[in-house]
């Protein structure tokens, strides 16, 4: 009885092995039948934006949202459209966000000049900090001349060895008396 449970079990195990791959498999990528049809469907579809990745383009996308805009645009091509009116449609539709490469227009401006204004921001406010620190390295006051002469003294001070230092330290005196 063992021995024809290992072999139903086994039997069973081969059946996933061999089948498995099936219940993964997709539909092919449904295709227009002319080349140059083609060729611009996958160039309108390089110039619209996936609404769900939004950084990738219809074509580069895998999302549900992008395969169906990518099938309009194919069934747009096939029905005769142009280019510029499949475009016009989406944008009507999704607003210039759908296009991956935005018009410059009043509504796209803050887009296509926000990354220099950010730039000459960042490049005031290292010019007024490094002026700052300019004037401030300059505005240091000159010592008095009280303030210099102690200071000589100070560092006068320091740089004479302990035992020659007047007074010098408690442990010096007593090593001395010792020798």
């Given at each position: 009885?063992?021995?024809?449970?290992?072999?139903?079990?086994?039997?069973?195990?081969?059946?996933?092995?061999?089948?498995?791959?099936?219940?993964l498999a997709k539909?092919?990528?449904?295709?227009?039948?002319?080349?140059?049809?083609?060729?611009?469907?996958?160039?309108?579809?390089?110039?619209?934006?996936?609404?769900?990745?939004?950084?990738?383009?219809?074509?580069?996308?895998?999302?549900?949202?992008?395969?169906?805009?990518?099938?309009?645009?194919?069934?747009?091509?096939?029905?005769?459209?142009?280019?510029?009116?499949?475009?016009?449609?989406?944008?009507q539709r999704y607003?210039?966000?759908?296009?991956?490469?935005?018009?410059?227009?009043?509504?796209?401006?803050?887009?296509?000049?926000?990354?220099?204004?950010?730039?000459?921001?960042?490049?005031?406010?290292?010019?007024?900090?490094?002026?700052?620190?300019?004037?401030?390295?300059?505005?240091?006051?000159?010592?008095?001349?009280?303030?210099?002469?102690?200071?000589?003294?100070?560092?006068?001070?320091?740089?004479?060895?302990?035992a020659a230092k007047?007074?010098?330290?408690?442990?010096?005196?007593?090593?001395?008396?010792?020798?």
């Amino acid at each position: 009885m063992t021995s024809l449970r290992l072999l139903s079990v086994g039997i069973i195990m081969l059946c996933l092995l061999v089948f498995a791959p099936l219940a993964l498999a997709k539909e092919a990528e449904y295709m227009v039948e002319d080349p140059e049809m083609e060729k611009t469907v996958n160039a309108i579809s390089e110039e619209l934006r996936c609404l769900v990745c939004q950084n990738q383009t219809i074509s580069d996308s895998n999302a549900p949202l992008a395969v169906d805009l990518k099938n309009q645009v194919r069934e747009m091509v096939e029905s005769g459209q142009s280019q510029s009116d499949i475009i016009d449609y989406m944008v009507q539709r999704y607003g210039d966000f759908v296009r991956y490469r935005p018009p410059m227009n009043a509504s796209t401006l803050l887009l296509w000049v926000g990354p220099f204004l950010l730039l000459l921001i960042g490049v005031a406010v290292l010019v007024i900090n490094l002026r700052k620190r300019t004037a401030m390295a300059k505005n240091t006051e000159d010592l008095s001349v009280e303030e210099n002469e102690r200071l000589q003294h100070l560092l006068a001070a320091e740089s004479l060895p302990q035992a020659a230092k007047p007074g010098g330290s408690p442990s010096q005196k007593a090593g001395e008396e010792k020798l």
